[in-house]
């Protein structure tokens, strides 16, 4: 009889207390965030972050600050499908890493069909540079720098005239890149690839805020604030393109929606699958 009792009785779990979650979720963002309050606007803007080095099919060490491409993928998958999203603000700050998988974050970058700005802040170096110039406008901190130099290989090394050949020819994809979407030529882009004498331990060239912009490998010198402007004028424009075929954003029908006092609408369209903020950088062939 007791056990029956017992089985039947109801478990009543103790109502947390929501004071003591405010503090934990306070305290977590203190600790990863460095601040107490962090700002969650609704933005149809999304920032992807390229930091520390680029990692590709290698690993590198844990004590490495790390962007790992098979992370940064799908987050502009997601981002192209999110009709919420409407525009791509890109952030680098990176000493560069795999070439091949820099290369395949330029090129989802590039064929992206909404607005895409790229902002170097700190520095945009070796394979950051392909990156950087693969957005639909580039920008550059009055500061920042971007290191051009030709890619390296580590690891093993056959001496054959083949891996030369394969060095030349990957060197070559990064150089095509950069010149076909920057108003640098593949030309003046090798001459400060291969200048000797300014780099005390690699041949090449760092070029600092203005100096980019003068070689045409970047658009304008400026920050977040002008990278923003720049990007919400695209928006507009792709927006009134959208319109006069016939279609017009998610957002934008939120945004009339909230303007004109009523409920944002709703298009029954379910927005992209999910986007998890990025990690970080990695190594491999430079």
Do not use: W
Request: charge should be negative; glycine fraction near 12%.
């Amino acid at each position: 009889m007791n056990e029956q009792l017992k089985m039947e009785t109801p478990i009543h779990e103790p109502i947390p207390n929501e004071e003591a979650r405010r503090n934990a979720v306070a305290t977590q963002a203190l600790v990863e965030l460095g601040q107490t309050a962090v700002p969650t606007p609704e933005s149809n803007i999304f920032c992807l972050t390229i930091i520390g080095q680029i990692e590709g099919h290698m690993l590198l060490p844990p004590q490495n600050k790390t962007t790992k491409y098979e992370h940064v993928i799908p987050q502009l998958v997601a981002a192209e499908q999110n009709a919420k999203v409407e525009g791509l603000l890109l952030v680098l700050n990176t000493v560069g890493g795999d070439v091949e998988a820099g290369l395949a974050i330029a090129e989802m970058i590039s064929s992206m069909s909404k607005p895409t700005v790229t902002i170097v802040l700190g520095g945009g170096h070796s394979i950051g540079v392909p990156i950087a110039v693969s957005g639909n406008y580039s920008i550059i901190a009055e500061t920042a720098t971007m290191t051009i130099h030709p890619i390296r290989m580590t690891g093993l090394v056959i001496s054959v005239p083949q891996t030369f050949d394969y060095l030349d020819k990957m060197q070559e994809r990064v150089v095509k890149f950069v010149a076909r979407h920057s108003g640098i030529s593949a030309d003046n882009f090798k001459e400060l690839m291969f200048k000797t004498g300014e780099l005390s331990r690699d041949i090449g060239t760092t070029l600092i805020g203005e100096e980019a912009v003068k070689h045409g490998l970047i658009d304008a010198v400026g920050g977040l604030g002008e990278a923003l402007t720049e990007l919400n004028r695209r928006i507009g424009e792709r927006r009134a393109q959208n319109t006069q075929a016939g279609r017009v954003p998610i957002m934008a029908q939120a945004m009339q929606g909230i303007n004109q006092g009523v409920q944002p609408m709703s298009a029954g369209v379910q927005p992209g699958a999910g986007m998890m903020p990025p990690m970080g950088p990695g190594g491999g062939v430079q």
